[in-house]
Protein backbone atom coordinates (compact mmCIF):
# COMPACT_ATOMS: atom_id res chain seq x y z
CA UNK A 1 0.00 0.00 0.00
CA UNK A 2 1.48 3.58 -0.56
CA UNK A 3 2.32 5.48 2.02
CA UNK A 4 0.68 8.65 2.13
CA UNK A 5 1.81 11.91 3.92
CA UNK A 6 -0.55 14.77 5.26
CA UNK A 7 0.05 17.91 7.19
CA UNK A 8 -1.67 17.29 11.59
CA UNK A 9 -3.48 19.95 11.15
CA UNK A 10 -4.24 22.99 8.49
CA UNK A 11 -7.07 26.12 9.66
CA UNK A 12 -8.67 28.30 7.66
CA UNK A 13 -11.67 30.65 7.55
CA UNK A 14 -14.94 30.48 6.88
CA UNK A 15 -16.03 31.06 3.11
CA UNK A 16 -12.25 31.00 2.23
CA UNK A 17 -10.50 28.21 -0.09
CA UNK A 18 -8.79 25.23 1.45
CA UNK A 19 -5.67 23.67 -0.23
CA UNK A 20 -5.02 20.20 1.63
CA UNK A 21 -1.87 18.83 0.32
CA UNK A 22 -0.70 14.78 0.41
CA UNK A 23 2.05 12.88 -0.82
CA UNK A 24 2.02 9.75 -1.83
CA UNK A 25 5.31 9.10 -3.26
CA UNK A 26 5.23 4.84 -3.59
CA UNK A 27 1.81 5.16 -5.47
CA UNK A 28 1.19 2.29 -8.06
CA UNK A 29 0.30 3.78 -11.72
CA UNK A 30 -2.88 1.91 -11.52
CA UNK A 31 -4.06 2.80 -7.89
CA UNK A 32 -6.72 5.40 -7.58
CA UNK A 33 -6.43 8.56 -4.83
CA UNK A 34 -8.83 8.62 -2.22
CA UNK A 35 -9.93 11.15 -0.27
CA UNK A 36 -12.55 11.01 2.94
CA UNK A 37 -13.06 12.98 5.60
CA UNK A 38 -14.77 12.27 9.32
CA UNK A 39 -16.78 14.78 11.86
CA UNK A 40 -16.79 14.12 15.34
CA UNK A 41 -18.52 10.78 16.24
CA UNK A 42 -18.98 9.92 12.25
CA UNK A 43 -17.81 7.44 10.22
CA UNK A 44 -15.98 8.43 7.17
CA UNK A 45 -17.36 10.19 4.13
CA UNK A 46 -16.12 10.16 0.67
CA UNK A 47 -15.57 12.98 -0.93
CA UNK A 48 -13.75 12.19 -4.18
CA UNK A 49 -11.42 9.85 -5.95
CA UNK A 50 -9.22 10.59 -8.90
CA UNK A 51 -6.21 8.68 -11.31
CA UNK A 52 -4.83 11.13 -13.00
CA UNK A 53 -7.03 13.61 -13.96
CA UNK A 54 -8.40 16.20 -11.74
CA UNK A 55 -11.75 15.87 -10.74
CA UNK A 56 -14.63 18.10 -9.48
CA UNK A 57 -17.84 17.36 -7.58
CA UNK A 58 -20.17 19.23 -5.75
CA UNK A 59 -17.64 18.70 -2.69
CA UNK A 60 -14.44 19.49 -3.57
CA UNK A 61 -11.95 19.14 -6.66
CA UNK A 62 -8.95 16.91 -6.55
CA UNK A 63 -6.22 18.45 -8.11
CA UNK A 64 -3.44 15.39 -9.03
CA UNK A 65 0.44 15.99 -9.77
CA UNK A 66 1.70 15.30 -13.45
CA UNK A 67 3.63 12.11 -11.92
CA UNK A 68 1.36 11.44 -9.11
CA UNK A 69 3.53 11.58 -6.06
CA UNK A 70 0.94 14.56 -4.85
CA UNK A 71 -2.57 15.48 -4.93
CA UNK A 72 -4.28 18.62 -3.49
CA UNK A 73 -7.97 18.52 -1.86
CA UNK A 74 -9.52 22.29 -2.79
CA UNK A 75 -12.56 23.03 -1.33
CA UNK A 76 -13.81 26.08 -3.02
CA UNK A 77 -15.53 28.13 0.09
CA UNK A 78 -14.91 26.25 3.57
CA UNK A 79 -17.93 26.53 5.96
CA UNK A 80 -17.96 25.67 9.59
CA UNK A 81 -19.51 22.13 8.43
CA UNK A 82 -16.07 21.21 6.47
CA UNK A 83 -14.71 21.11 9.79
CA UNK A 84 -12.86 17.46 10.32
CA UNK A 85 -10.12 15.16 9.71
CA UNK A 86 -9.25 14.89 6.06
CA UNK A 87 -8.05 11.56 4.79
CA UNK A 88 -5.81 10.88 1.75
CA UNK A 89 -5.60 7.15 0.50
CA UNK A 90 -3.08 6.91 -1.73
CA UNK A 91 -3.59 3.81 -3.32
CA UNK A 92 -5.86 1.01 -3.00
CA UNK A 93 -4.48 -2.42 -3.66
CA UNK A 94 -6.58 -5.58 -3.52
CA UNK A 95 -9.56 -3.51 -2.67
CA UNK A 96 -8.58 -2.26 0.22
CA UNK A 97 -8.53 1.33 1.66
CA UNK A 98 -5.58 2.03 4.04
CA UNK A 99 -5.97 5.05 6.19
CA UNK A 100 -2.90 7.50 6.75
CA UNK A 101 -3.19 9.74 10.04
CA UNK A 102 -5.02 12.61 7.98
CA UNK A 103 -5.31 16.16 8.46
CA UNK A 104 -7.52 17.97 11.08
CA UNK A 105 -9.39 20.80 9.56
CA UNK A 106 -10.42 23.61 11.39
CA UNK A 107 -12.42 26.53 10.50
CA UNK A 108 -13.22 30.03 11.74
CA UNK A 109 -15.90 31.94 11.43
CA UNK B 1 -31.07 4.02 -0.30
CA UNK B 2 -27.42 4.66 -0.13
CA UNK B 3 -26.46 4.35 3.37
CA UNK B 4 -24.81 1.39 5.52
CA UNK B 5 -26.59 1.25 8.46
CA UNK B 6 -24.76 -0.20 11.45
CA UNK B 7 -26.59 -1.89 14.48
CA UNK B 8 -26.38 -1.51 17.42
CA UNK B 9 -25.04 2.45 17.55
CA UNK B 10 -23.59 1.67 21.43
CA UNK B 11 -22.76 -1.76 23.09
CA UNK B 12 -21.22 -2.41 26.28
CA UNK B 13 -20.41 -5.96 26.90
CA UNK B 14 -18.06 -8.25 29.42
CA UNK B 15 -15.77 -10.21 28.70
CA UNK B 16 -16.68 -13.35 28.98
CA UNK B 17 -20.09 -12.04 26.87
CA UNK B 18 -20.88 -13.04 23.09
CA UNK B 19 -21.93 -10.23 21.49
CA UNK B 20 -22.43 -9.06 17.39
CA UNK B 21 -22.21 -6.32 15.45
CA UNK B 22 -24.36 -5.82 12.21
CA UNK B 23 -24.37 -4.09 9.02
CA UNK B 24 -26.97 -3.76 6.07
CA UNK B 25 -26.81 -1.92 2.66
CA UNK B 26 -29.29 -1.86 -0.34
CA UNK B 27 -26.98 -0.60 -3.06
CA UNK B 28 -25.97 -3.72 -4.72
CA UNK B 29 -21.98 -3.24 -3.20
CA UNK B 30 -20.67 -6.47 -3.52
CA UNK B 31 -17.61 -5.76 -1.55
CA UNK B 32 -17.85 -4.93 2.55
CA UNK B 33 -15.52 -3.92 4.86
CA UNK B 34 -14.72 -4.00 8.60
CA UNK B 35 -12.85 -1.14 10.64
CA UNK B 36 -11.42 -0.86 14.06
CA UNK B 37 -10.88 2.84 15.05
CA UNK B 38 -9.54 3.56 18.26
CA UNK B 39 -9.81 6.84 19.74
CA UNK B 40 -7.66 9.74 17.93
CA UNK B 41 -6.27 6.80 15.33
CA UNK B 42 -7.36 6.19 12.09
CA UNK B 43 -9.30 3.60 10.76
CA UNK B 44 -7.81 0.22 10.61
CA UNK B 45 -8.71 -2.49 8.16
CA UNK B 46 -9.52 -5.80 9.78
CA UNK B 47 -11.59 -8.21 7.46
CA UNK B 48 -12.83 -7.18 3.57
CA UNK B 49 -15.60 -9.57 1.82
CA UNK B 50 -15.88 -9.72 -2.05
CA UNK B 51 -19.14 -11.73 -3.55
CA UNK B 52 -19.78 -12.70 -0.07
CA UNK B 53 -16.73 -14.67 0.56
CA UNK B 54 -13.90 -13.57 2.41
CA UNK B 55 -11.01 -12.29 0.84
CA UNK B 56 -8.50 -10.14 2.85
CA UNK B 57 -7.97 -11.08 7.45
CA UNK B 58 -5.31 -8.44 8.56
CA UNK B 59 -4.42 -11.05 11.15
CA UNK B 60 -7.63 -9.98 13.37
CA UNK B 61 -7.66 -11.87 16.44
CA UNK B 62 -10.10 -14.90 16.38
CA UNK B 63 -11.98 -13.31 19.04
CA UNK B 64 -13.79 -11.56 16.27
CA UNK B 65 -15.31 -13.74 14.00
CA UNK B 66 -17.22 -11.53 10.65
CA UNK B 67 -20.18 -13.65 8.82
CA UNK B 68 -21.64 -12.42 5.10
CA UNK B 69 -24.53 -14.54 4.98
CA UNK B 70 -25.96 -12.30 1.64
CA UNK B 71 -24.83 -9.54 -0.50
CA UNK B 72 -26.50 -6.98 2.14
CA UNK B 73 -25.59 -7.87 5.50
CA UNK B 74 -22.11 -8.09 7.45
CA UNK B 75 -21.73 -9.49 10.56
CA UNK B 76 -19.04 -9.40 13.37
CA UNK B 77 -19.23 -11.81 16.01
CA UNK B 78 -17.58 -10.96 19.17
CA UNK B 79 -16.18 -13.08 21.87
CA UNK B 80 -14.05 -13.06 24.78
CA UNK B 81 -13.11 -9.34 24.21
CA UNK B 82 -10.03 -7.63 26.40
CA UNK B 83 -10.81 -4.10 27.29
CA UNK B 84 -8.41 -3.35 24.51
CA UNK B 85 -10.68 -4.13 22.14
CA UNK B 86 -13.00 -1.23 22.99
CA UNK B 87 -13.11 1.16 19.79
CA UNK B 88 -15.40 2.53 17.19
CA UNK B 89 -16.20 -0.53 14.74
CA UNK B 90 -16.97 0.97 10.95
CA UNK B 91 -18.37 -1.05 8.27
CA UNK B 92 -17.95 0.02 4.71
CA UNK B 93 -19.51 -1.29 1.15
CA UNK B 94 -18.51 -0.45 -2.56
CA UNK B 95 -18.80 -1.90 -6.01
CA UNK B 96 -15.93 -4.64 -6.65
CA UNK B 97 -14.01 -2.20 -8.91
CA UNK B 98 -10.26 -2.42 -6.98
CA UNK B 99 -10.48 1.38 -6.02
CA UNK B 100 -12.01 2.91 -8.56
CA UNK B 101 -15.03 3.43 -6.91
CA UNK B 102 -16.03 5.46 -3.77
CA UNK B 103 -16.80 3.69 -0.28
CA UNK B 104 -19.90 4.25 1.98
CA UNK B 105 -19.02 3.89 5.51
CA UNK B 106 -21.76 3.52 8.36
CA UNK B 107 -21.63 5.60 11.52
CA UNK B 108 -20.26 2.77 13.69
CA UNK B 109 -20.83 0.77 16.55
CA UNK B 110 -19.03 1.97 20.08
CA UNK B 111 -18.08 -0.87 21.77
CA UNK B 112 -17.03 -0.87 25.30
CA UNK B 113 -15.92 -3.78 26.83
CA UNK B 114 -15.76 -4.11 30.49
Known amino acids: DAKTTQPNSMESNEEEPVHLPCNHS???????IHWYRQLPSQGPEYVIH???SNVNNRMASLAIAEDRKSSTLILHRATLRDAAVYYCIGGTSYGKLTFGQGTILTVHP | DTEVTQTPKHLVMGMTNKKSLKCEQHMGHRAMYWYKQKAKKPPELMFVYSYEKLSINESVPSRFSPECPNSSLLNLHLHALQPEDSALYLC?????????????FGSGTRLTVV
Open chain 1, 50 to 52: GLT
Open chain 2, 92 to 104: ASSQVERGRVGYT
Open chain 1, 26 to 32: TISGTDY
